[in-house]
C-alpha cells in the first residue's frame, strides 16, 4: 500500500475519533444541564405544594395582610408556569418575585405571637426555609453546569462539531436586582 494513502487513512481515522469523542462529550455536558434543571424543577414542586399549607395557616392569623398572601400565591402560579414552559429567563424572574413575597410574608409575620407560635407554621417555616436553600444550592449547580456547557460549544474545535450537530447554548438561571436587594423592613411596617 502506498504511504501517502496509509496516512491519510490514519489522519481521517484520528479526525473521526477525536469528532466522536467530542460529540459525546457535549452530549454529557447538555445532559448534566438537563439533570441540574431536573433537580431545581423538583424541588419547585414541592415548595409549590408547601406555599398554598403557609397561606392557608397565616390567613387563620394574618386576616388584613391579604395583600401580602396574595403577591406570593401570584409568584407561586408565575412560577409554576415558568417551569413548566421551561422558561429559564421567566422562570428567574418568577422566582425573585416569590422569594421577595416569601421574605415580606416571614417578615410581616413577627408582627403576629399567635402565628409564630403556632406549630404548624414553624413546621411549614423551616420546610420552605429549607427547600429555599436546597433550590439556591441547586441553582448554582445548574449555573455552573450550563457555563461549563456553553463553553465548551464556544471553544474551538468543539464549536465546529456543536454548530453541525445542532448544539445551542443554555441560559443560566439568574435573579433580579429586586431579588438580591435587601428587604426594605420600614416599608413593610408602615
Not at 43 to 64: A, F, I
Not at 90 to 101: T, V
Not at 148 to 154: S, V
Request: glycine share 4%; with cysteine; net charge negative.
Amino acid at each position: 500500500m502506498d504511504p501517502v494513502l496509509i496516512t491519510l487513512l490514519v489522519i481521517v481515522a484520528l479526525i473521526v475519533i477525536y469528532t466522536i469523542f467530542i460529540y459525546n462529550h457535549l452530549v454529557r455536558l447538555k445532559h448534566n444541564v438537563s439533570r441540574a434543571f431536573a433537580n431545581i424543577d423538583v424541588l419547585l414542586k414541592q415548595r409549590h405544594d408547601e406555599l398554598p399549607k403557609l397561606v392557608e395557616t397565616c390567613k387563620q392569623h394574618m386576616g388584613y395582610e391579604q395583600k401580602t398572601l396574595e403577591a406570593v400565591m401570584k409568584a407561586r402560579s408565575a412560577v409554576a408556569s415558568a417551569s413548566a414552559s421551561g422558561d429559564i429567563k421567566a422562570l428567574g424572574q418568577a422566582e425573585s418575585q416569590l422569594r421577595l413575597g416569601l421574605g415580606n410574608l416571614f417578615a410581616v409575620a413577627e408582627d403576629y405571637p399567635e402565628l409564630t407560635a403556632s406549630e404548624s407554621f414553624m413546621h411549614l417555616h423551616s420546610r420552605i426555609s429549607g427547600l429555599e436553600s436546597s433550590i439556591a444550592d441547586r441553582r448554582e449547580f445548574y449555573n455552573e453546569s450550563v457555563n461549563l456547557y456553553n463553553i465548551r460549544i464556544e471553544q474551538f474545535p468543539d464549536i465546529i462539531v456543536a454548530r453541525r450537530m445542532g448544539f445551542t447554548g443554555a441560559t443560566l438561571l439568574e435573579f433580579t436586582e429586586a431579588e438580591k436587594a435587601d428587604v426594605d423592613m420600614k416599608s413593610l411596617f408602615s
